[in-house]
T-cell receptor, first 114, second 114 residues
């Protein structure tokens, strides 16, 4: 069985500040990990994913995430927040690297202050 | 090249009525997944279908809910005798299939039961 925990349902940062969204997972087998972004009244867009290989994964819009097996974490970061980053972010885990049958965390709403 | 299309975008039903949600996958995609997002929660997997087959329905409520993906036409998620607790956003995703493809999400159908 798999599960995902996102620490902090709401995160607020100032424009230009570091963004750090936390994600911890549990999985009985090596997981595939994903971050999705959801803008208001929209569907989900894939930001990045970890399947195998390099543990630091770079995604779209300047985001990146690092897979740390020892900490069972996959935190999402961005060096400098932009107003357009305000959205809901979901961490997800799957047994398949295709993103099929995802188990999602509860989501973190990112607010960016001017 | 159209993405995953869901309709209607918004659906209002009175308690006891039936709700039918449609999902047209991306061109060439034969795998469809339905997820439900309750207010202030993450997405929960409901069902995974291929053409004319239900592959995994472990996330589907045991009663009132059914899904199909016929040989021709869109995938349908059907909710009979809706109750207030069914109010949620329902998202569909599609993929090419296999272990090495990405699932793309539609914009969702927001069901409100009054």
């Amino acid at each position: 069985a798999q599960s995902v925990t996102q620490l902090g349902s709401h995160v607020s940062v100032s424009e230009g500040a570091l963004v750090l969204l936390r994600c911890n997972y549990s999985s009985s087998v090596p997981p595939y990990l994903f971050w999705y972004v959801q803008y208001p009244n929209q569907g989900l867009q894939l930001l990045l994913k970890y399947t195998t290989g390099a543990t630091l994964v770079k995604g779209i819009n300047g985001f990146e995430a690092e897979f740390k097996k020892s900490e069972t974490s996959f935190h999402l970061t961005k060096p400098s927040a932009h107003m357009s980053d305000a959205a809901e972010y979901f961490c997800a885990v799957s047994l398949y690297n295709a993103g099929n049958m995802l188990t999602f965390g509860g989501g973190t709403r990112l607010m960016v202050k001017p | 090249n159209a993405g995953v299309m869901q309709n209607p975008r918004h659906l209002v039903r009175r308690r006891g009525q039936e709700a039918r949600l449609r999902c047209s996958p991306m061109k060439g995609h034969s795998h469809v997944y339905w997820y439900r997002q309750l207010p202030e929660e993450g997405l929960k997997f409901m069902v995974y279908l291929q053409k004319e087959n239900i592959i995994d329905e472990s996330g589907m409520p045991k009663e009132r809910f059914s899904a199909e993906f016929p040989k021709e036409g869109p995938s349908i998620l059907r909710i009979q005798q809706v109750v207030r607790g069914d109010s949620a956003a329902y998202f569909c995703a599609s993929s090419l299939g296999g272990d090495n493809t990405e699932a793309f999400f539609g914009q969702g159908t927001r069901l409100t039961v009054v």
